[in-house]
């Protein structure tokens, strides 16, 4: 990190007003008794004291969007041709996401890989990336649902972020880490305060030493795939999932979407909505087939992309970054962490018998 400044608590929210000159500005904000990720707005301040319900996913992919708009116009003699005109209505303008945490931030770089890879890109999803720039605020510590550090994070990672904050008495320690954080630091809002970089460190590292020792999810994808077959398993482990998709909905690293087009006479537009593969319409096949009729294979499906297809595509990257949002907020207190510990003891205990068959 080449720039460190010190960014004090009770400038931001008059600093972040300004910046809406000039950006898109989102951040936590309290919404009753939850916090939710959204426009900033003056009236309403910043909830930087904990994780958000919402994740940021919304400010890169949004819960709806419309793609493109068409009218189409016929000819009246023959032989009648039909002629469309299409409008796309790509997105513009800067994005600033103030106050993700590290496991959000985190987050973006598992979308980078399916919708801006090197063999898709998705002019959406790639435009918006490139305008954001993401201030990450490093975590004082792990709630009893975070995991981040089973998967590959931790609370003060600062992959996928622009800025890295690191809170100390009165304000942040702000340290830039690409080009765009360092224009952003350049903002007086940001004070001289290369002698707090040590400071910040040391915070950091108070912090990671409160990590506890626990297994790791990572390199356990062939494992999980062992199971795959097993839907006995699986029918055990999704027994009271309600299918709501509320895990889904909130989780930072679920980036699966639907189609549809609203016509309204001769012309209409295609629009994108987020989808849910919790539910059992997700697969439903205009037949009448379902090749995921049950819980257990939706839930295989979803313990599956996220601990074991994803990392065989993408250098063993796991598509869950321990934020705990389907934890703390399941109706039925369906923990994911279970759920995978359990599917890799199986997997051995399958293993084992079979070495001994
Ligand atoms: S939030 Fe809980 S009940 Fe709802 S679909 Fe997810 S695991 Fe099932
Ligand atoms: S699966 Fe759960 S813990 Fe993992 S990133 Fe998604 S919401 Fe967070």
């Known amino acids: 990190m080449s720039t ?167 304000g942040y320690v702000a340290e830039a880490l690409t080009e765009k954080g360092m224009e952003l630091m350049r903002d007086t809002a940001f004070m001289k305060a290369d002698g707090l970089r040590q400071e910040a460190l040391n915070v950091r590292n108070r912090i990671l030493e409160e990590v506890p020792e626990r297994t790791s999810f990572l390199d356990m994808e062939r494992n999980l795939l062992s199971l795959f077959g097993d839907l006995g398993f699986w029918d055990k482990t999704a027994e009271s999932c309600l299918s709501c998709g509320a895990c889904t909905y909130l989780c930072p690293t679920c980036y699966c979407f639907n189609i549809t087009d609203e016509p309204h006479g001769d012309s209409g537009k295609r629009i994108r909505t987020w989808d849910n593969c919790m539910s059992s319409q997700f697969t439903l096949e205009g037949s009448g087939h379902n090749p995921r009729p049950t819980k257990a ?33 399941c109706p039925v207190s369906f923990d994911i962490r279970n759920a995978v510990a359990c599917a890799i003891q199986h997997a051995a205990a399958n293993a084992q018998e079979h070495a001994h068959d």
């Not at 929210?13 to 898109?24: D, F, I, K, V």
């Not at 003056?42 to 969007?65: F, Y």
């Not at 839930?299 to 705990?324: E, W």
């Open 297 to 329: 294979h939706r839930m295989r499906n979803r313990i599956g992309h996220k601990f074991s297809y994803y990392p065989q595509l993408h250098d063993k990257t796991l598509a869950c970054v321990g934020c705990g949002r389907c934890i703390s907020n």
């Open 4 to 170: 460190a400044r010190f960014l004090k608590a009770r400038d931001i929210a008059p600093w972040l007003e300004e910046l809406g000159r000039e950006y898109t500005v989102l951040a936590p904000t309290r919404h009753g008794d939850t916090v939710v990720f959204r426009e900033f707005e003056p009236e309403r301040g910043i909830e930087l004291d904990r994780l958000s319900t919402t994740p940021a996913k919304k400010a890169l992919l949004p819960p709806c969007e419309t793609l493109f708009e068409y009218a189409t116009t016929k000819t009246d003699t023959p032989p009648y041709r039909t002629s469309i005109e299409l409008r796309p209505t790509l997105p513009e303008g800067k994005i600033l996401l103030f106050g993700t945490r590290p496991c959000d931030a985190r987050a973006m770089q598992i979308f980078d890989r399916v919708y801006d890879g090197e063999q898709v890109k998705d002019p959406y999803y790639t435009a918006r990336r490139n305008a954001a720039t993401i201030v990450t605020l490093a975590c004082s510590g792990q709630a009893g649902t975070c995991f981040c550090d089973r998967v590959g994070g931790s609370p003060v990672d600062a992959t996928g972020s622009d800025v890295l904050l690191t809170p100390l008495k009165a």
